[in-house]
């Protein structure tokens, strides 16, 4: 079975982390801070906190931020749940703007969702395509709204040659699948430091200098072992996106005489890290997904649903007091028609070829 993703630590990351249980500092410490340096190079922020989820790192920054009840946070439904729970979490209302070709927030739909309850816009750079941030940062700030960034899903991908995470405040997730991962943790990356001193303190439990409380916080630190884990990755983020980005070339040139889906477009003034690699089936001329997922599961080629449904489309959330059902068809569409395949360093020349013809061979089923 070729996997849809694969965790790919090896002797550096086994180093440093023996090194970190020899240490005896096991809690935020050293690695963590050089985690956050590594962090700021990679969004090309003045500052990082880094934090234990993806998660956690959107409703630390919506905190920060000041966002609460009576406010509204724009963002995306095709996304996964943690979008839509973090700003939940920091108790204001969730909108949901329509999509465009790249799957991500169309600024034209956000537009017509701002009022002055609009406190934060939050796109998502999903499967590691960056959103159009030029459009989206003039439209925030034209509102008096921060942008907040979900780049959970992409680690060094630019917008006109800038890394995501330094338009707004970067919420990075380094969960097992994430093209880095440490198991568990997160970062948010800003250049406001006032924005960063809030953080650091709403982190570690609102303290600012030992049992010198200042507000109420939380518990969202980071563990040396976990940064451990991570940092080695850090250095050799441009080979893991550059295998990614050979992969996902070799599938688009594979797949594209293949009739009944669309292999996915990069923008021009992007470049995408391919998170995943996700193609679009026509279903409107009749080809059914399950079977699809089927057939490839049948030849040995894991795939995925990057979402099956809009985040919103839940009982728990449809009738939630703070989410508010905007309907969004383009996402719809794309829920209903997307499906990944597997992009990362671990898929081999011989394994594209097989899954091209898998998938050549699935759909015609
Ligand atoms: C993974 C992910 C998150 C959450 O990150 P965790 O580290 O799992 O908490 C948030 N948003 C998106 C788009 C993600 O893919």
């Given at each position: 079975?070729i996997?849809?993703?694969?965790v790919a630590?090896?002797a550096?990351?086994?180093?440093l982390v023996?090194?970190v249980l020899?240490s005896?500092?096991?809690a935020?410490g ?5 985690l ?16 234990n989820?993806g998660?956690?790192a959107l409703?630390l920054?919506l ?6 009840p009576g406010?509204e946070?724009?963002?995306t ?5 943690a ?7 920091s108790?204001?209302?969730a909108?949901?703007a ?8 169309d600024?034209?739909?956000?537009e017509?969702?701002i009022n002055?309850?609009t406190k934060?816009?939050l796109?998502v750079?999903?499967?590691?395509h ?7 940062s ?12 979900d ?8 917008f006109d040659?800038r890394?995501?995470g ?5 919420c990075f ?11 568990e943790g997160?970062v948010?990356?800003t250049d406001?430091?006032?924005l960063a001193?809030?953080?650091?303190i709403?982190?570690n439990?609102?303290?600012?200098a030992?049992?010198d409380y200042?507000v ?5 630190r980071?563990?040396?072992v976990?940064a451990a884990?991570?940092i080695?990755q850090f250095a050799r983020?441009g080979?893991?996106?550059g ?6 070339a070799?599938l688009?040139s594979l797949?594209?005489d293949v009739?009944g ?5 990069v923008?021009p003034?992007?470049?995408h890290?391919?998170?995943?690699y996700?193609?679009r089936?026509d279903?409107?001329?009749g080809?059914d ?8 599961e049948?030849?040995?080629v894991?795939c995925g649903?990057?979402y099956p449904n809009l985040a ?7 009738s939630?007091?703070?989410?508010v059902?905007d309907?969004?068809p383009n ?5 209903a028609?997307?499906?990944?395949l597997p ?9 594209l070829?097989?899954i091209a013809?898998a998938v050549?061979?699935?759909?015609r089923c």
């Amino acid at each position: 079975m070729i996997p849809i993703s694969a965790v790919a630590i090896g002797a550096e990351e086994e180093a440093l982390v023996l090194e970190v249980l020899r240490s005896g500092q096991l809690a935020q410490g050293p690695k963590v801070a050089q985690l956050e340096a590594a962090s700021c190079a990679m969004a090309g922020t003045a500052h990082a906190v880094a934090v234990n989820s993806g998660t956690a790192a959107l409703v630390l920054a919506l905190k920060a931020i000041g966002v609460g009840p009576g406010d509204e946070v724009i963002t995306t439904p095709f996304t996964f749940a943690a979008t839509l729970n973090a700003i939940i979490e920091s108790g204001a209302t969730a909108r949901f703007a329509d999509i465009g070709a790249d799957f991500n927030l169309d600024a034209s739909y956000v537009e017509a969702l701002i009022n002055d309850r609009t406190k934060a816009v939050l796109p998502v750079h999903l499967y590691g395509h960056p959103a159009e941030m030029s459009t989206l940062s003039a439209l925030a700030s034209g509102a008096g709204a921060a942008l907040v960034e979900d780049c959970a899903q992409a680690h060094g991908a630019t917008f006109d040659g800038r890394p995501v995470g330094g338009f707004g405040v970067g919420c990075f997730s380094f969960y097992a699948t994430k093209n880095i991962s440490s198991g568990e943790g997160g970062v948010v990356t800003t250049d406001d430091a006032a924005l960063a001193d809030r953080m650091r303190i709403l982190r570690n439990q609102g303290m600012r200098a030992r049992y010198d409380y200042v507000v109420p916080g939380h518990n969202y630190r980071m563990t040396d072992v976990i940064a451990a884990i991570a940092i080695p990755q850090f250095a050799r983020l441009g080979d893991i996106v550059g295998a990614r980005q050979a992969n996902a070339a070799a599938l688009s040139s594979l797949l594209a005489d293949v009739v009944g889906i669309a292999v996915p477009v990069v923008s021009p003034n992007r470049t995408h890290v391919w998170h995943q690699y996700t193609i679009r089936l026509d279903v409107e001329a009749g080809i059914d997904r399950a079977n699809v997922v089927a057939e490839l599961e049948r030849q040995g080629v894991g795939c995925g649903v990057y979402y099956p449904n809009l985040a919103y489309d839940y009982d728990c959330y449809r009738s939630h007091p703070s989410v508010v059902v905007d309907p969004c068809p383009n996402a719809s569409q794309a829920a209903a028609s997307v499906l990944s395949l597997p992009v990362h360093s671990g898929v081999t020349d011989a394994d594209l070829e097989h899954i091209a013809d898998a998938v050549a061979r699935a759909v015609r089923c």
